[in-house]
């Protein structure tokens, strides 16, 4: 396939939207941005297979299978210089998109504390929390979720560290305007955005 890299399931048209969005990103409120990256991925897991008849098995009937709620990692950059301000909004936005994800919310530094990754499950209330501060490195939690299976990847941070591997899954990045004007890198195709 002559697809591009990078969008794992997500099918034309959804493509196609996520494009336009990213043509649109200047008159965007950043809340809905957040809303349809988040539905993309849903919308990305909710293929239909038909599974075949199996002539050694008789009996067995074509079956459909609709898959769960979108699965999206939320990488949180535990340095100290992502404020708090920004931690809270995105925390209260998540609430709320929680109705139609679950979120596996994995703190990192330089590396990723898995013994801090919790799973906020669908409807779950849940406050806010610093694990740890020091330096940052992106590779860390993209390597995590590559290994998982995600459907969508939202890096919460001040952008300040180089560039990362690639993600498997669709990954976008959420900074503030500190962030975006200090930022190492620019991400390439896929979605930074910036809250004031």
């Given amino acids: 396939g002559g697809e591009p890299k990078g969008w794992g399931s997500v099918s034309y048209e959804v493509k196609q939207k996520i494009q336009e969005a990213m043509r649109n990103r200047f008159k965007l409120d950043p809340k809905k941005v957040l809303a349809s990256f988040i539905k993309a991925s849903v919308a990305a897991d909710k293929k239909t297979s038909v599974t075949k008849r199996n002539r050694r098995l008789p009996g067995l009937k074509f079956g459909r299978r609709t898959q769960h709620r979108a699965n999206i990692a939320i990488s949180i950059d535990q340095s100290g210089s992502v404020s708090d301000k920004l931690l809270s909004k995105v925390f209260t936005w998540l609430s709320e998109f929680a ?33 740890l501060y ?13 290994k998982r299976n995600f459907d969508g990847h939202i890096i919460i941070t ?16 959420l900074t503030d305007k500190y962030g975006s004007r200090c930022s ?5 195709g896929e979605r930074m955005l910036i809250l004031d």
Wanted: with cysteine.
């Fill in 99 to 131: 109705k139609f994800a679950t979120f596996t919310v994995v703190p990192f530094d330089h590396q990723v504390f898995e013994e801090k990754v919790y799973v906020w499950k669908k409807g779950e209330k849940r406050k806010k929390e610093r694990v």
């Fill in 134 to 146: 020091g330096g940052t490195c992106f590779n860390a939690p993209t390597e995590f979720v590559n």
């Fill in 158 to 173: 001040d952008m300040m560290a180089p560039k990362p591997i690639r993600s498997k899954s669709q990954r976008m990045w």
């Fill in 184 to 188: 190492y890198f620019k991400p390439a």
